[in-house]
C-alpha cells in the first residue's frame, strides 16, 4: 500500500554535506511519523532523527546541530539536510514511516530500501 523510496546518498569526504530525500507514495493513508534511521554491517539499526505530522523534531546525540530533519506533508516527503558530516556518519540510511490507513486504528511500519552515506576522512 505504501512505497518509500530515498534518494540522494553518495560518497562525501568529510565536513561535507549531503540531503538525503524519501518520498512516500500509495493511497488512502496519513503519515504520523516519517524519519531516519543508520544501519552498519554488524551494528544494529539506530535512529538519526524523526518528525512528527506537526513537526516535532527528535536527533541522536551524535548528528545534533549537525543534521537537520524537514518535512513536507502535502508531498508526503522527508529530508535530512545532513553537515559537517564526518567518517562515522558512514552507514546505510533507511526511510522510517509510521501510517495509519483511512478508517483503521492499527499502525503499520513501513521503510525504505535503503540509500548508502559514506564520509571518507
Known amino acids: 500500500q505504501v512505497q518509500l523510496v530515498e534518494s540522494g546518498g553518495g560518497l562525501v569526504q568529510a565536513g561535507g554535506s549531503l540531503r538525503l530525500s524519501c518520498a512516500a507514495s500509495?493511497?488512502?493513508?496519513?503519515?504520523?511519523?516519517m524519519g531516519w534511521y543508520r544501519q552498519v554491517p554488524g551494528n544494529q539499526r539506530d535512529l538519526v532523527a524523526r518528525i512528527t505530522s506537526g513537526s516535532i523534531t527528535t536527533y541522536a546525540d551524535s548528528v545534533k546541530g549537525r543534521f537537520t530533519i524537514s518535512r513536507d506533508n502535502a508531498n508526503n516527503t522527508v529530508y535530512l539536510q545532513m553537515n559537517s558530516l564526518k567518517p562515522e556518519d558512514t552507514g546505510l540510511y533507511y526511510c522510517y514511516a509510521e501510517v495509519r490507513f483511512i478508517g483503521s486504528l492499527t499502525s503499520y511500519q513501513y521503510w525504505g530500501q535503503g540509500t548508502q552515506v559514506t564520509v571518507s576522512s
Open positions: 500509495g493511497s488512502l493513508f496519513s503519515i504520523n511519523v
